[in-house]
């Protein structure tokens, strides 16, 4: 009931539904105003990394032929596609990569990277580190 009771002090009506802010009430269904609304509060969305991967400990036990040139024991997440136009585009990430750290933390695996990602805000910069062709290398990633 306070629910209701909050409702009515603020809107003055009954009838639902009623959208409110800290400064703004709306009744009924506005669509106009409510994407005006949506608009205020959406925040900006970041870019994807833009990788299809496996952990490399997994992947690489069922394809050992790719792990030739990786040290024995290889823990990471094993790139194996690049989308166009993405993050891991832009940094130079390649097929056959294994991301080893994003920002100075593990990535172990797929899990661990995408926790780390989603911890990144848009215009964040950090830095990824891989083996590439047994070779440690490291690229910034820009979101």
Known sequence: MPAAMEMIRRSGQQGVP???????????????RLAKLAEKYAK?????????AADASEYLARHPEKAANLPEGTKGVYVGKIRPTTVAEAAGLQPGDVVTS???????TMSKLDALIDTLQPGDSVTVRFLRDGSEAESKLQF
């Open 18 to 32: 009623v959208v409110a802010t800290e400064d703004e009430v709306i009744l009924g269904f506005d669509q106009a």
């Open 44 to 52: 900006p969305k970041r870019p994807p990394l833009g990788i299809l």
């Open 102 to 108: 994003v920002a100075g933390k593990r990535t172990p």
